[in-house]
């Protein structure tokens, strides 16, 4: 565990001294980025809950370093790679589903803070809109209107599922950004106007595909031949539900 934990620790310094070579950052090879991600998701996920990585040395401040690095990196325009940005992306959309990576998130520079939510609401162009959403509705479940269950009653399943799967945490909403949201959408008029632009346009295409997607699956049931029906499809739309 502390070998990982030490690699880890590498790769952060690493991306930081990397960081600041300015554009010289774009030749930084992808190694460190994904170790990074990995070394961290190993820590959290596979090794017994005797050995808590909670234990480890200096273990909040190197949360809070890699947060940092989530946070500035995820639509940093130097990171070229469609496969590295989708995995920082989904990474970020990890952290905030915990309470104590969400809490390290939170602790990071007000400005880097500030950045990444200017980030999150501007259009989603080249970025993937899923894991955009995700991250925004994450922010306030749990707080007002939002859900108060890790999942609908209704929604329930009979067989026992994986605890640490992010869709099944706890709403652990935060305040924090929340008010940087209020505060970005509130100031910048443009901003506001074209978020919401994009979020309106978003669900007009999620809609009109949830309901075509709808229409060929019962279609397909319907026929008299037996048919099977793509699972990338039924996930496509799920996710547009």
């Not at 190694?31 to 808590?52: E, G, I």
């Not at 955009?132 to 329930?156: E, K, S």
């Not at 007009?204 to 699956?217: L, P």
Request: glycine residues 2%; neutral net charge; aromatic residues 10%.
């Amino acid at each position: 565990m502390l070998d990982v934990y030490w690699l880890l620790c590498v790769c952060i310094r690493t991306i930081e001294h990397a960081d600041n070579t300015g554009s010289l950052f774009a030749f930084t090879p992808e190694f460190f980025l994904n170790v990074a991600m990995n070394a961290y998701s190993a820590l959290k996920n596979y090794f017994s809950p005797a050995n808590s990585m909670e234990e480890l040395p200096g273990y909040e401040e190197t949360l809070t370093q890699l947060a940092a690095i989530l946070a500035k990196h995820f639509a940093d325009p130097r990171i070229v790679g469609t496969d590295i940005k989708d995995s920082l992306m989904q990474a970020l959309a990890s952290y905030v589903c915990y309470p104590q990576s969400l809490r390290a998130v939170e602790r990071i520079p007000e400005e880097q803070r500030v950045a990444m939510m200017r980030n999150l609401l501007a259009p989603y162009e080249q970025r993937p809109w899923a894991q955009t959403n995700w991250i925004l509705v994450r922010l306030w479940r749990g707080c007002g209107f939002g859900y108060r269950y890790t999942r609908l009653p209704h929604l329930l399943k009979t067989k026992p599922e994986d605890a640490n799967l992010p869709s099944l945490q706890k709403p652990c909403p935060s305040l924090l950004l929340q008010r940087h949201m209020a505060e970005l959408l509130s100031l910048d008029k443009d901003m506001a106007a074209s978020f919401l632009n994009s979020v309106l346009n978003q669900l007009n295409w999620a809609f009109s595909e949830f309901i075509g997607m709808i229409q060929e699956i019962q279609q397909a049931a319907e026929r008299p031949e037996r048919n099977f029906v793509d699972t990338r499809q039924l996930k496509v739309c799920a996710t547009c539900f």
